[in-house]
């Protein structure tokens, strides 16, 4: 399984973009992009999911550059209610699937 | 139900009782996965099944821990003889197949099972 490197914790405040960068150096070919988010007493739920290039929903765009030896989740306009854990997991869905120790992100009025 | 339902939510016990927790998957979720959870810890993964099959059961902290699941859908966690470093939240989730649903197979975690080991 690919190991996972992503900040410990950001700071951020109400209205502006996030970018959370996870690095992947190992990432095998049949390996997918995928963020959780996890709030406090609640399981972790699924944000978004990439292979190659941009993804983007309505909650959050994925950015992947061309080697996939890392990927960035971007949130527009953070609210309050965005402070949360996220995980950055790389693997093959549906597999073993680990959870490394996630970025604290802490959004300020 | 329309989720992953777990039980009990809530268990407090007695240093070296014997527990169970259950999880209920999502009708047709094929992978079925078990998490512990300390107080302010990341996920720490303990086993996923395919079907009723157990890959990869590496994660298990102890021959204390045992899971096993019937019939591809019901899951038990079992921990004998609790100690109190057993004490965590147990989460559940479970994800459709990947390759032959055009899903992006994703996991959905239940609301967790929060054991107390006094």
């Known amino acids: 399984l690919a190991k996972t490197t992503q900040p410990i914790s950001m700071d951020s405040y109400e209205g502006q973009e996030v970018n959370i960068t996870c690095s992947h150096n190992?990432?095998?070919?049949?390996?997918?992009i995928t963020w959780y988010q996890q709030f406090p007493s609640q399981g972790p739920r699924f944000i978004i999911q990439g292979y190659k290039t941009k993804v983007t929903n309505e909650v959050a765009s994925l950015f992947i550059p061309a080697d996939r030896k890392s990927s960035t989740l971007s949130l527009p306009r953070v609210s309050l209610s965005d402070t949360a854990v996220y995980y950055c997991l790389v693997g093959d869905p549906g597999f073993k699937t680990i959870f490394g120790a996630g970025t604290r992100l802490f959004v300020k009025a | 139900g329309a989720g992953v339902s777990q039980s009990p939510s809530n268990k407090v016990t007695e240093k070296g009782k014997d527990v169970e927790l259950r999880c209920d998957p999502i009708s047709g979720h094929t992978a079925l996965y078990w998490y512990r959870q300390s107080l302010g810890q990341g996920l720490e993964f303990l086993i996923y099944?395919?079907?009723?099959?157990?890959?990869?059961k590496s994660g298990l902290p102890s021959d204390r821990f045992s899971a096993e699941r019937t019939g591809g859908s019901v899951s038990t966690l079992t921990i004998q003889r609790t100690q109190q470093e057993d004490s965590a939240v147990y989460l559940c989730?479970?994800?459709?197949?990947?390759?032959?649903?055009?899903?992006?197979?994703?996991?959905?975690f239940g609301e967790g099972s929060r054991l107390t080991v006094l």
């Open positions: 190992n990432i095998a070919t049949n390996d997918y």
């Open positions: 099944f395919q079907g009723n099959s157990a890959p990869d």
């Open positions: 989730a479970s994800s459709p197949p990947f390759r032959t649903s055009g899903t992006t197979g994703e996991l959905f």
